[in-house]
């Protein structure tokens, strides 16, 4: 059908573009401010005030400093073992509850769904489960920060979802040529659900690799840091320090920081960067699959 | 996110009335028949069930520390009963009014300034033609989201500090130099306007997916009877998506006392506390800095109870208003 727009329609299909490509611009200028500010020569960027829109006589200085200080790899290595250990035991879990959670025939997974549905709601706060920790043992550890998030209750009623919208026949099948239910979760449920696992493993993965609160309160010795807790240090706390003691940023030791800084953040950022376009195509999938349900 | 909470608790509601329904047999001997057929089942889920014991539930058990003068060396059971007292000294504390107060302000800022702001992106993103722009500003504005809060907190205090690209900018135009996040009275403007920034792409999806929900037959409708666009957004588009609009409205209001923790603590510092501490972050300090456990936990437990009757009075507030509530 061709329909004749009228000016005010043009007029507002041109201001739209406009507002949407401003604000586009405003949610990434920042990443890319940060990016230039690393590439360039510290002592340039350091007279440089106010936006840049190229790196100013492209350096790499900062990020030989960042991949020299031993504290950066060692969070790099420990962030990386807590980000395997963590998704796969959220998988683990995940995946196992809300298979069997997906089973109509038990009796009791409506209750169960209810009294996981209530943690949500209502729960026990920082300080019960500080002690709790506490009393594990779990203190300095690994498990500190990988048990106590093990299941995001909103995962595992996405997957659950998923779960129930593969076809009941391709089970009934199953079972009656002798599977049980574990057979059937990883010989048919499983393979069946690659997109939706995908998606899962994505959230939990960016979300341990984000993750700081836990090990800060958690972890007592400095080389068990992850990442994230370096990067606090480095990008909260002596900022803040210099903030309240109002220290002048004009010595050259502080001019070189200040580039090493984005560097830094580059660094970190940049493997959810590499995850975020295929994170960014299923994830809307993955949101979506939860949602569309009777 | 808070959508999928929502269906699973309707549709809990209505699959439990049902098999209420069917229920005549004994229930233990149902229970005990059910667990023997489904014995793999049940295995497969004990794990899952054993984490929210120990960490969901378990934590629960634990707040009744709040009653009782908690020492590690006593544990819970052991340390002294106390009754109220712990809830009595924060009610006459000090600070209890500034951070009730600072936590309600925050969060009614976030609220009546952030939640338009995804349902405005979303429908203009909805007016434009070309699906490929759409895609590109889609996946360009959910980035933030993904970025940690360690990163976007450091780079608000460095962007908004004394020598910060944001004063950088302001100096073009003669303003002096502000050290932002020294001065408390800046700490909201900040805070909302960045949560926006993190959260409106990602917020929209919700909005976006209501969108394509909306049957084209009646814009075709309206286009016969010669309504423009502004007629349509107010006739059928956002009549199409006011349900989703109002389940959020109600899942945001319940959490109008639950402030996260994380950006604050990663924003604030003792110039700001006068508008910037929350009950959350109070908490922390108690609990973790100052090791008052049982006082935090009280503080604590107190701030879950109010969450929990909120979000139960706001449901009830929309269930007779509207007839749209989580329950």
Partial sequence: MLKRRSVSEITFDYFN??????????????????????????????????LLLSPLSLSFDSYKAVFDNPNILNGYKNTLVYLLVGTTINMALTTLGAYSLSLRKLKMRNYIMMGIVFTMLFNGGLIPTYILIKNLH????????????????????????SFQSIPASLEESARIDGANDLVIFARIMIPLSIPVISVMILFYGVGNWNAWFNASIYLRSREKYPLQLILREILIQNSTDSMMTGAAASDDKSLVSETIKYATIVVATVPILMVYPMLQKYFVKGVMVGAIKG | ???????????????????????????????????????????????????????????LYGAQIAFKDFEFSRGIIGS????????????????FWRIIRNTIVLSLYNIVFGFPAPIILALLINEVKSTTFKRITQTLTYL?????????????????????????L??????????????????????????????????????????????????????????????????????????????????????????????????????????????????????????????????????????????????????????????
């Fill in chain 2, 170 to 327: 302001l100096h073009l135009f003669g303003v002096p130099p502000t050290a932002f996040m020294l001065e408390p009275q800046w700490f909201r403007t900040i805070y909302v306007s960045t949560d926006i920034w993190q959260q409106v792409g990602w917020g929209s999806i919700i909005y976006l997916a209501a969108l394509t929900g909306i049957n084209q037959e009646l814009y075709e409708a309206c286009n016969v009877d010669g309504a423009g666009r502004w007629k349509q957004l107010i006739t059928v588009t956002l009549p199409g998506i006011a349900p989703t609009i109002i389940i959020m409205l109600i899942l945001r209001m319940g959490k109008l006392m639950d402030v996260g923790l994380e950006k604050v603590m990663l924003l604030y510092n003792s110039n700001t506390y006068e508008t910037a501490d929350i009950i959350s972050t109070f908490v922390y300090r108690k609990g973790l800095i100052d090791m008052s456990y049982s006082y935090s936990a009280a503080v604590g437990l107190f701030n879950s109870a109010i969450c929990f009757v909120f979000l139960i009075i706001v449901n009830n507030i929309s269930r007779r208003v509207n007839e749209t509530s989580l329950w």
């Fill in chain 2, 1 to 59: 996110m808070n959508i999928i909470f929502f269906l699973e608790v309707q549709s809990l509601q209505k699959s439990v009335s049902v098999t209420k329904f069917k229920n005549k047999t004994n229930p233990l001997i149902a229970l005990k028949k059910d667990l023997t057929l489904n014995k793999c089942a049940y295995l497969m889920l004990a794990p899952v069930i054993l984490y929210y014991l120990i960490f969901q539930y378990f934590p």
């Fill in chain 2, 80 to 95: 002294k009963f106390i009754g109220f007292e712990n809830f009595v000294e924060f009610f006459n504390a000090f600070y």
């Fill in chain 1, 17 to 50: 573009i406009i507002f949407l490509v401003f604000s586009v611009v405003i949610m990434i200028y920042p990443f890319l401010y940060v990016v230039f500010a690393s590439l360039s020569d510290p002592a340039r960027f350091a007279e440089h005030s106010g």
């Fill in chain 2, 144 to 168: 933030p989201h993904f970025i940690s809060m360690v990163v976007i907190c450091g780079l608000i205090l460095d962007f908004t500090s004394r020598g910060g690209v944001v004063n950088d």
């Fill in chain 1, 138 to 161: 779990f203190i300095d550890s690994i498990w500190a920060i990988t048990l106590p998030s093990a299941i995001s209750t909103m995962n595992l009623i996405i997957m659950r979802t």
